[in-house]
């Protein structure tokens, strides 16, 4: 409309290639666009720490610091090491004469090129820039110019790498590579392949369980009988990363789609909403974006984990857990629940790891506002791939919350039947998402490796620490919540039991019912090789209701906080549940549900069903009852009969928090029997998705468009409506200011911009505004070579 202001905003680069495209240009039906300037990227980490942000040096031997660019100190003369075989003499000189010429070092060639031998080799052509990035117990491969030409039979070469403030030969972290003949497996080595007068090519070997990070190099060489030993520091550095190629690392991963899905694949989809209304959102992990790889190293070196115990993956994979919350150590992300984002960005806002990241490292580990589950995991995901460590994001749909390690989900009931809110501590949330992560565990008993559950947002302490994982999903899948670490709070998440409790006149409280299927479903991630979404539950647990299962459920509780739960078995002939048709209601219209009872008896029954519906943020956590009514039920032999509910538009319309969710709750008791029927479902109120359509021929160098539209479901205005755009290869993200929208108005913009890379891409967009969330939309653009 005339005279209304957009404005666009500069975000983080997206895409492989930041800063080839030109500022995006944006159109839009109702105000005229107004461009801010763009802030520059993110300064090479190594060169530009602050000192502030190092850590303080304790009285620990294993001190680590923020700051990985290193001077390493002229090493002592190293023992005798196997020298290369005789090679044939130069022709214009003396042996004797050539032992009295001190050998030297002029150059290396670290033969770090994106498109040349070692990174494609070892995987890492994607990640950005001209460092040497490699993968453990894998050669690769190094050139030197020397001072004359080397002879193997009077001159030694020795390497050497450093990572850590405290580099070890014993721990690992300082590390003396010898000239040998023949290179070995599972060992640092190098060999001289080529020679050709002054220059020499070597290949050298690391070990599957070398400590991944950032290493300083360095050349050591002597001649002769001299025991004086010339040193040349390069100013490069290397890079290593796990390794799910090599058979010995502890990450291999024995399919190379899967590795390509879980270990180089830079997007994704994270799943929401409910078992009966599942949706998903894509989201750019950007794993091998500019900076993204020096962030990553950048939070190792934050966390407490000496250098040397950065081999180990579960050691990594834990201690990310807790660095990607801002809990205990100023981690990555905050946590917000309150719906209240003002001073920061909404959780629904993010569709991509890369902004997150990137402002983290940027401002030298300043926690960054705001996440909820589905991002602390879309970022977990982004570290763990672009470390080497094969990772998926995972969602649980009707996730238990145990807060009392009882693997059971509690709900506690007065002498009248009342909710006891300070007792009901438990929680189901409509969703929750982690990650999965593929390692051996060699601290397990066999057959607990594969994927590991670990979840980096913060809801209970393990060790004192907030953080989750890595749990075996094989020790959760059969109940073995013994096994390390934090299996029992996995376990109630995915198969807990929902117990009800009445309290008693002495006080004491009595099991009056229990729900065996209502935790744990549709559990969700996307498919190897397409965008589809597989489900995955059973690999978490057995067919519900299956003896496997029950056993699984008893196993775990008699290790829990209360194991009698399963000693008194319970009779039932009136059973109670919801139902919804088709994808379920959506937001602006009238929610209607079907609550359906059925007589299994060949008697009559009675019963009065007291129904309660409340808003209910998204981790289970009721805001407020909205709707109360009590039905009276008559029931005569086998009889079922469904009972139409239905609430108005106008008694939610100001209620609802993040998600759009609502949770009905069904209580009453049999007359006849004294039965008690109880039931619980949460859905959401569907939100209408950003329809984008690609304008003319995508050709990479060439400006083309695409389309967003998006119409306001609610009959009232939208305030503050705000677009976020973004696509790898496509274009950088940016954000849309377009204000107010009218109930029930469209809104058209039309972005411009000029792919960078080609193949398909995704062009990715989200709404933000206080009354409406979760309102997304993709599109598939195929970019042709130009």
């Known amino acids: 409309m005339p005279g209304e202001r957009l404005t666009v905003r500069g975000a983080s680069e997206i895409g492989r290639f930041p800063g080839a495209a030109p500022p995006t240009r944006v159109e839009v039906t109702i105000q005229k666009a107004e461009k801010k300037q763009e802030e520059s990227g993110c300064r090479r980490w190594f060169k530009k720490m602050c000192p502030c942000c190092c850590k303080r040096q304790s009285s620990s031997s294993y001190d680590v610091t923020d700051k990985i660019e290193m001077k390493v100190p002229t090493p002592t003369p190293s023992p005798v090491i196997n020298p290369e075989p005789a090679k044939p003499k130069p022709e214009n000189g003396d042996a004797k004469e050539m032992e009295e010429i001190k050998l030297k070092v002029c150059s290396v060639d670290l033969l770090s090129s994106r498109t040349g031998q070692n990174r494609q080799e070892h995987h890492t052509d994607l990640f950005h820039g001209d460092e040497l990035i490699i993968r453990r117990g894998q050669t690769f491969q190094m050139e030197m110019e020397l001072d004359r030409p080397y002879n193997s039979d009077t001159d030694k070469i020795r390497l050497e790498l450093k990572t850590g403030p405290l580099p070890l030969v014993s721990k690992g972290t300082h590390v003396i590579i010898p000239l040998v003949d023949h290179l070995e497996d599972e060992r640092w080595e190098a060999k001289v392949t080529e020679q050709n007068d002054n220059k020499i090519k070597l290949s050298v070997n690391s070990p599957a369980n070398a400590v991944v990070g950032l290493y300083g190099f360095t050349v050591t060489t002597c001649s002769g009988k001299s025991e004086t030993a010339s040193t040349h520091n390069t100013d490069k550095n290397i890079i290593m990363l796990f390794n799910p190629w090599c058979e010995e690392d502890t990450v291999f991963l024995d399919d190379e789609e899967q590795r390509k899905e879980y270990v180089l694949n830079d997007i994704g989809r994270i799943y929401y909403g409910t078992e009966k209304q599942i949706g998903a959102r894509t989201w750019n992990f950007g794993q091998f974006h500019e900076g993204i790889l020096e962030a990553c190293l950048f939070i190792l070196e934050k966390s407490d984990m000496p250098p040397s115990g950065r081999g180990d993956p579960v050691n990594v994979v834990r201690v990310l857990s807790a660095m990607i919350n801002v809990q205990d150590d100023l981690g990555v992300l905050v946590g917000n629940w309150s719906g209240n984002y003002s001073d920061g960005v909404s959780p629904a806002a993010w569709s991509s790891s890369v902004e997150i990241l990137r402002k983290y490292h940027s401002t030298y580990g300043e926690p960054v506002k705001y996440g909820q589950c589905w991002v602390f995991s879309g970022v977990t995901t982004t570290v763990l791939r672009c470390l080497g460590i094969p990772c998926r994001s995972v969602t649980n749909f009707q996730s238990a919350h145990d807060t009392d390690v009882s693997l059971t989900t509690d709900v506690y009931f007065d002498e009248n039947m009342e909710p006891i809110d300070y007792l009901n501590s438990d929680s189901v949330w409509n969703f929750h998402v982690w990650n999965d992560c593929w390692m051996a565990r060699p601290d397990l008993p066999p057959g607990n490796g594969g994927w590991q559950a670990v979840d980096s947002t913060p809801q209970e302490t393990s060790q004192g620490t907030f953080r989750c994982g890595p749990a075996s999903v094989n020790a959760i899948r059969s109940g073995h919540v013994y096994l390390k670490h934090d299996a029992p709070f996995v ?11 009445q309290k008693n006149l002495d006080g004491t409280f009595s099991q009056i019912h229990s729900e065996k299927r209502a935790v744990g479903h549709c559990i969700s991630t996307k498919a190897v090789g397409s965008d589809d979404r597989e489900d995955i539950t059973l690999l978490y647990k057995p067919p519900e209701g299956s003896e496997e299962e029950r056993i699984a459920v008893e196993t775990a509780s008699r290790y829990g906080s209360k194991p009698e739960v399963y000693s008194a078995p319970m009779a039932e002939d009136v059973c109670v549940e919801m139902k919804m048709d088709g994808e379920g209601p959506r937001i602006g219209s009238d929610a209607q549900l079907s609550i359906v009872v059925k007589n299994m008896s060949s008697e009559p029954r009675r019963a009065t069903l007291h129904s309660q519906v409340a808003v209910m943020y998204y981790t289970g956590v009721l805001k407020n009852a909205i709707k109360k009514d009590q039905i009276p039920v008559e029931l005569l032999p086998n009889e079922e009969k469904t009972i139409e509910w239905v609430l108005p538009y106008q008694q939610y319309q100001d209620q609802l928090v993040d998600q759009a ?32 359509t690609p304008l003319g021929e995508a050709v990479v160098g060439k400006e083309m468009s695409a389309k967003i539209t998006f119409t306001n479901p609610l009959p009232r205005t939208l305030k503050g409506v705000l677009f976020r755009v973004e696509g790898l290869g496509l274009q950088k993200g940016h954000e849309v200011v377009v204000g107010d929208v009218g109930g029930h108005s469209t809104v058209t913009l039309t972005e411009h911009f000029i792919p960078t890379q080609p193949g398909t891409r995704k062009l990715v967009a989200s709404l933000d505004c206080k009354q409406l969330s979760q309102v997304h939309g993709v599109a598939d653009i195929v970019v042709l070579e130009n």
């Open 491 to 501: 376990f109630a998440e995915v198969n807990s039991d929902k117990i009800y409790w």
């Open 661 to 692: 969710a609502l949770m009905m709750t069904l209580s009453g008791r049999v007359t006849e029997t004294k039965q008690v029927l109880a039931n619980q479902m949460t859905f959401r109120l569907r939100t209408p998705d950003l329809k984008i």
